[in-house]
C-alpha cells in the first residue's frame, strides 16, 4: 500500500505547474514505480488463487453422532462456535479465506439424515476442541462424496438473507430440534434414485473483524431506524430507547419502535460470535417433478427462521411467470463448484450471529422427534486413547475396531492385564467370532491353550488358521461330533492313575465327580448319588495302580462294580481300608436303585462310539496337565446334545482345572500361561454344585486365563456369575434381552443404561477392560472378521493335508480297536484279579472277609 502511494503522490505532483525536469523526473519514476507494483500485486493474486485452491483440495468430511440421549443447551452450543473462530488462519489467514468456511452439511445415508461437518484439514484440531462441549458425541472421518448420477433432474437453490444484517433471525429454540423438519425431509428420499443436500457454511469473524462488524450494522441499523440514535449517545442508547421524538406519540408508534431496538440490540449488541453465511440447496431425482418437491420441501425448512429477517432465494423473479435463479445454464457450474468443494462466494454478504443459527450447530438431539437420523446410539464413552493398538504384538490380545477422532483402529488388551473375560450376548451377535480372534492371536503367538465348543463350526474354522506344520504339530484335536469321529479317537482314561501321587489321585476323583455333580445338576438332596460316584471312582483309581498298562480300569467299568458281585469280591482285596469298608458294610444296605443315577448316564455314554472309544482306551493320549506345560492347542467339541454330552464337557473343563491346582509345585515363575475359552459356560455350571465359582476363584494364580462366553449371564448359578463379576477382567456384552442387561449394566452403575446394550447390532460390543491395573469406563467397538485379521493364515483348502499331523499329535486310535478291547476288559480284570498269587490276596484279613456279604466264598482267599 506504501507503493501504490507513492504513484498517487507522483501523478499528483506531474498534474500542477511545475518545471519541466520535475515532471518529467515524476514521469519516469511513476513508469518505474508502476510496474514493481503490478508484478506485485499479480504475485499476491496468483498465490491467492493456488492457496485457495490446495486449501479447497484438502477440506474433510467428518460424520457427528450424537448419542440417542444427547441434549446440549444453549450455552454450550454458544460455546462451540465460539471456538469455531480458530479455523482461520492467525497469519496468511488473508490467503485462503474463500477455503477456511466451517460447513454444516445435511444430507441422507440409507434412509436416514446425516449430520457432517466439512472444515480444512488443519482447522481439525480446532474442530475437535470445539466439539468437546458436547458431551459423548464422537467423530468419524469419511471420504468425499460421489458426484452425481448420471441422467436424472438436478435442482438447485442459493439463500440469502431478505433483509440486511442487522435485521434478526427468529432465535428458535432447541426443543423441538430445528433439525427435525430436514430429518423428515431427508428420510423420505429415495437412496437409490434421489439425492439431495442442504450446505450451510459459516465463515467466522475474528474479534476484530467483529467490531468493525458491529460497528457497520449499527450505522446500517441507524440509517434504516429513524429510532436509532445518530449522534450524542453510544450504542447502549440503542436499549435505552435513545434518539425518540419529541412529544407525544401514539402507543402502536412506541411498540412498534420498542420492538425494532429490541430486534437490533439481539443482533448488533451481543457479545456472541458473528459468522458470513452461504446457503447452498441441491437436490437430484429421476423426473423434475420429484427433484422440485424434495426442494420445495428443504426450502420450506428455512421458514422456521422467519422473524424481523428471513431466507429467501437468490434470483429474480419476471412478474410471477418465472425465476431466474441458480438453475439458469451460466450459474448452475458455478454453484456447483461452490457446493463440491466448499468455495465460500456468497451471491449476497449475509451476517448471522450464532444464536440465530444454534440449531445447525450442534447434531441431532433428543428433542429431534424423526426416527430416521444417523445417530450413535446410546450414550457410551469412547474407548481410551491409551488402549495399545492390535499389530500381532504377542503380550497384546485383539480387541476390535473402534472410532476415534483420527479414524478406525484396531486396539487389543494387555496380557498382563487379562485374567478373567466374560462375553455375554445373543447367538449369531458375533462373541463366538471374538473368541475365535483372540484364540488365533494367542496360539498362533506360541501361548498354549484350550478352545471347547459344543457345536464344530468354531473348531473347523480354527483349524483353517493353523494349517502351518510347526502349529498342526501343536493341536490335540478332541472331536466328538464330525464326520470322522467315528473312525478314532484320542485315548482318555480317567481312571488311569499310574504315575500319579496320591494328590493327584484325589484331584481326579473330585474332577470326575463334580463333573457328574454339574451334568446331571446333583445338590444336597442327592448325597447317595454323589457318595457312589465318589467310591467307585475312588476304587477303581486304586485298583488301576494295581494292574498292568494294557488293563488299566475305565470309567465304563463304575457299572460292573456297582452291580457285579463277583467282579466287585475279586476287587476288594487291593482296595484301601476305607474302600473295602464302604463296599463291604454300606454298600451291601443301600437299596438296588440306588445305582441306577450313576450307571444310567455311563451306560448312555457306552452306547456312543465314539464316547467308548475316547473314554474306553486303556492308555492316555491326552493329557491336559501335560499340554499345559508343553503349551500345546486343545480344540475340544463335545456336542451339543443331551446329558452324555454335557457330561463329557465337564469331564474336560473339571479336569482342566483341578490339573492346574497340581501346578502348586511349580514356581510361579515357570508356570506357564493357558488360555482357556469355555462357550456356554453354562453347560459346565451345575444348578447348586458352586465348583465352578470356586475353581475359577483358585486357578487363576496357577496360570489358567479363562475367557467364558454364554448367552444369557441369568442361566448362571449366583455363586459363578458373582464369582465372575468379582474376578473378572474384562466385561463384554451385545445386544441382550431387557433382564439381562439390566443385570450387566448394574455392573457399569447403569451408565451406559440397559438400553444400550438391548439395541446394540450386530458385530457391535460394549466392553469394560482392565488397563494397567484400573478399570476403564465401558466403551463400544466392532467386532473383527476371522478372515480379516488373518488373511494370510487362513486356507481351510489345506486342512486335510495337515489332518494326519493332527491326528498323530493326538495320539489317534482306530476306533472299532478299542471298543473291542473295552468288549473284554471286564473278564480281562477279572482273570487277573484272580489269578494273582496268594502273597497278594493274603492282604484281606479273615475277619474282613467274614464281614463282606453277599460275597462268595474262595479257597484262593483262605
Not at 419 to 426: E, I, K, Q
Not at 691 to 706: D, H, S
Amino acid at each position: 500500500m506504501t507503493v501504490v502511494g507513492v504513484l498517487v503522490a507522483l501523478a499528483l505532483l506531474r498534474d500542477r505547474e511545475l518545471p519541466a525536469w520535475v515532471a518529467l523526473y515524476a514521469e519516469v519514476l511513476i513508469a518505474y514505480a508502476a510496474v514493481p507494483t503490478l508484478l506485485v500485486l499479480l504475485a499476491a493474486l496468483t498465490c491467492r488463487v493456488v492457496v485457495t485452491r490446495r486449501a479447497l483440495s484438502r477440506r474433510v468430511r467428518l460424520v457427528v453422532l450424537a448419542p440417542d440421549s444427547f441434549a446440549p443447551t444453549l450455552d454450550g452450543v454458544l460455546r462451540c462456535a465460539a471456538q469455531l473462530s480458530r479455523v482461520r488462519r492467525l497469519v496468511g489467514g488473508w490467503l485462503d479465506p474463500r477455503a477456511s468456511a466451517v460447513r454444516v452439511l445435511l444430507d441422507g445415508s440409507e434412509g436416514a439424515m446425516r449430520y457432517s461437518l466439512v472444515v480444512p484439514e488443519r482447522a481439525l484440531p480446532a474442530i475437535r476442541s470445539a466439539l468437546s462441549n458436547y458431551d459423548r458425541v464422537q467423530v468419524r472421518r469419511t471420504g468425499p462424496e460421489p458426484a452425481l448420477r448420471e441422467g436424472g433432474c438436478v435442482m438447485r437453490a442459493e439463500l440469502r438473507l431478505a433483509q440486511l444484517s442487522s435485521e434478526p433471525l427468529a432465535h428458535l429454540a432447541l426443543d423441538p430440534d430445528p433439525l427435525q423438519s430436514f430429518a423428515r425431509v431427508l428420510a423420505s428420499l429415495d437412496p437409490s434414485r434421489e439425492r439431495a443436500e442442504v450446505a450451510v457454511d459459516l465463515m467466522p469473524c475474528t474479534a476484530g473483524a467483529r467490531r468493525r462488524l458491529r460497528r457497520r450494522l449499527l450505522r446500517h441499523a441507524r440509517r434504516d431506524n429513524p429510532t436509532v440514535p445518530y449522534a450524542g449517545g453510544g450504542v447502549l442508547d440503542v436499549l435505552a430507547g435513545g434518539g425518540r421524538t419529541v412529544g407525544r406519540q401514539p402507543a402502536a408508534d412506541v411498540v412498534e419502535q420498542r420492538a425494532q431496538r429490541e430486534q437490533i440490540a439481539a443482533k448488533v449488541l451481543q457479545n456472541e460470535p458473528l459468522f458470513h453465511t452461504q446457503v447452498l440447496v441441491r437436490c437430484q431425482a429421476p423426473v423434475k417433478g420429484m427433484a422440485a418437491e424434495r426442494l420445495q420441501g428443504l426450502l420450506g425448512c428455512f421458514d422456521a427462521w422467519a422473524g424481523a429477517n428471513s431466507f429467501r432465494i437468490v434470483g429474480v423473479r419476471l412478474l410471477g411467470l418465472a425465476f431466474l435463479g441458480s438453475d439458469l445454464p451460466g450459474r448452475r457450474s458455478w454453484f456447483d463448484r461452490r457446493i463440491d468443494t466448499g468455495l465460500f462466494r456468497p451471491a449476497r454478504q449475509s451476517v448471522v450471529s450464532a444464536r440465530e443459527v444454534a440449531g445447525f450447530l450442534k447434531p441431532p438431539t433428543i428433542n429431534c422427534a424423526a426416527p430416521d437420523v444417523l445417530r450413535l446410539g446410546a450414550a457410551v464413552y469412547p474407548p481410551p486413547r491409551n488402549l495399545p493398538e492390535y499389530t500381532g504384538q504377542r503380550d497384546v490380545l485383539p480387541l476390535g475396531r473402534v472410532s476415534g477422532e483420527k479414524g478406525q483402529r484396531i486396539v487389543g488388551l494387555r496380557l498382563a492385564d487379562t485374567f478373567f473375560t466374560y462375553t455375554a450376548g445373543r447367538s449369531r451377535w458375533g462373541k463366538t467370532e471374538l473368541a475365535i480372534t483372540q484364540f488365533l492371536s494367542l496360539v498362533r503367538s506360541g501361548h498354549g491353550g484350550m478352545f471347547l465348543d459344543p457345536h464344530e463350526d468354531a473348531i473347523r474354522r480354527i483349524k483353517s488358521c493353523l494349517t502351518e506344520p510347526e502349529l498342526a504339530s501343536r493341536i490335540i484335536e478332541l472331536d466328538l461330533v464330525g464326520t470322522r469321529s467315528r473312525e478314532g479317537q484320542p485315548g482318555w482314561n480317567l481312571l488311569a492313575a499310574r504315575g500319579l501321587t496320591d494328590d493327584g489321585r484325589e484331584r481326579r476323583v473330585e474332577a470326575i465327580v463334580d463333573s457328574f455333580a454339574s451334568a446331571l445338576q446333583w445338590g444336597e438332596r442327592n448325597n447317595r448319588a454323589l457318595t457312589l460316584t465318589t467310591q467307585a471312582t475312588a476304587a477303581l483309581i486304586e485298583l488301576s495302580t494295581a494292574l498292568p498298562a494294557d488293563l488299566q480300569p475305565t470309567i465304563f467299568q463304575i457299572p460292573t462294580l456297582l452291580g457285579n458281585p463277583e467282579w466287585l469280591a475279586a476287587v476288594l482285596p487291593y482296595l484301601s481300608v476305607p474302600r473295602r469298608q464302604f463296599f463291604s458294610e454300606r454298600f451291601p444296605r443301600m437299596a438296588e436303585e440306588a445305582i441306577t443315577p450313576v450307571t444310567n448316564l455311563i451306560d448312555r455314554l457306552r452306547s456312543s462310539t465314539q464316547l467308548a472309544a475316547l473314554l474306553g482306551s486303556q492308555h492316555t493320549t491326552y493329557d491336559i496337565a501335560q499340554a499345559m506345560n508343553d503349551g500345546r492347542i486343545v480344540l475340544a467339541c463335545p456336542g451339543a446334545g443331551g446329558a452324555r454330552d454335557r457330561l463329557l464337557a465337564n469331564l474336560l473343563v473339571f479336569d482342566l482345572l483341578h490339573a492346574a491346582k497340581g501346578r502348586a509345585h511349580i514356581s510361579p515363575e515357570k508356570r506357564r500361561e493357558f488360555y482357556v475359552f469355555l462357550d456356554e459356560v453354562q453347560t459346565y455350571d451345575g444348578a447348586s454344585s458352586g465348583n465352578l465359582a470356586a475353581l475359577l476363584e483358585q486357578t487363576a494364580k496357577y496360570g489358567i486365563r479363562a475367557t467364558l462366553l454364554n448367552q444369557n449371564p441369568e442361566r448362571l448359578t449366583s455363586a459363578t456369575l458373582n464369582a465372575l463379576t468379582t474376578n473378572r477382567s474384562h466385561l463384554i456384552a451385545t445386544a441382550l434381552n431387557a433382564h439381562a442387561a439390566a443385570l450387566v449394566a448394574r455392573e457399569w452403575a447403569s451408565d451406559p443404561p440397559a438400553n444400550a446394550i438391548t439395541g446394540l447390532p450386530r458385530w457391535t460390543f460394549i466392553a469394560q477392560a482392565t488397563h494397567h491395573g484400573e478399570l476403564t469406563r465401558p466403551f463400544q467397538f466392532e467386532n473383527l472378521a476371522v478372515t480379516d485379521l488373518f488373511a494370510d493364515a487362513h486356507h481351510p483348502q489345506q486342512v486335510p493335508h495337515i489332518q494326519p499331523t493332527i491326528d498323530q499329535a493326538s495320539g489317534r486310535a482306530n476306533a472299532q480297536e478299542t471298543i473291542r478291547a473295552l468288549d473284554t476288559l471286564d473278564e480281562r480284570i477279572r482273570a487277573h484279579l484272580t489269578s494273582k498269587t496268594d502273597t497278594t490276596a493274603a492282604q484281606v484279613t479273615t475277619p474282613e472277609r467274614a464281614a463282606m456279604p453277599r460275597l462268595p466264598e474262595r479257597e484262593d482267599m483262605e
